[in-house]
């Protein structure tokens, strides 16, 4: 399989292009300074592409199976407001080029019914942090409602507190609803989202994740 990683040098970028690689799929990372990126595989591609651009992302897209997106804002305040301004960048070079399989990155505090989800988490911890993080989730919530304005096969993961440690290869999803825990390592999101590529279960849907 032919995947496509935008924000491919972030926490879970380098792990999406990593395990991409290790299951044996050829890999085209897409990102605006190609030196932050050191790997170096014979089935990876490493190009230059702003995600934040449809006309710049658009030939690291072409010909791709699926594309799966790293990006979100690197700090509570970002004018770019990547992830929204990504998924509709990525969702126009997608319908321009006919790749139709997309999965991005969201997260679990915007599962607002609470389902799937330990009462603390929705009722106490998650109003806390919508309120220090409220820009970051606003974005978050309009990249989601790019995805629904589109007909492609989107899926996005949305996983709880992210933990930079060694990934188990171990989640728990549902559709719709969760993540059930608390945490998870960025590794196994990214492992979630390469299980999730060929799951057309998950397509059309909010995947909450967690360990």
Known sequence: MKITVVGASGGIGRHLVRQ??????????????????????????????????????????????????????????????????????????????????????????LNHTGAGQPFLAHRVFGPLLWAVLKELYTDLERMEAVLRETDLDWTSVRPPRLLDKPG????????????????????DVARAMLDFVTDPTTYHHTVGVST
Do not use: F, N
């Open 20 to 109: 991409a690689l290790a299951d044996g799929h050829d890999v085209t990372a897409a990102l605006r300074s190609p030196e932050k990126l050191t790997d170096r595989h014979p089935r990876l591609t490493i190009v230059r592409a702003d995600a934040l651009d449809a006309a710049s992302v658009e030939p690291a897209i072409e010909g791709a199976d699926a594309v799966l997106s790293g990006i979100g804002q690197a700090g509570r305040h970002d004018p770019l407001r990547p992830a929204s301004t990504s998924a509709r960048a990525v969702t126009e070079a997608m319908a321009a080029t006919g790749v139709r399989r997309l999965l991005v990155v969201s997260a679990g505090p």
């Open 168 to 187: 188990t290869g171990r989640y728990r999803h549902a559709l719709e609803a969760g993540p059930s825990g608390s945490s998870i390592p960025r590794a």
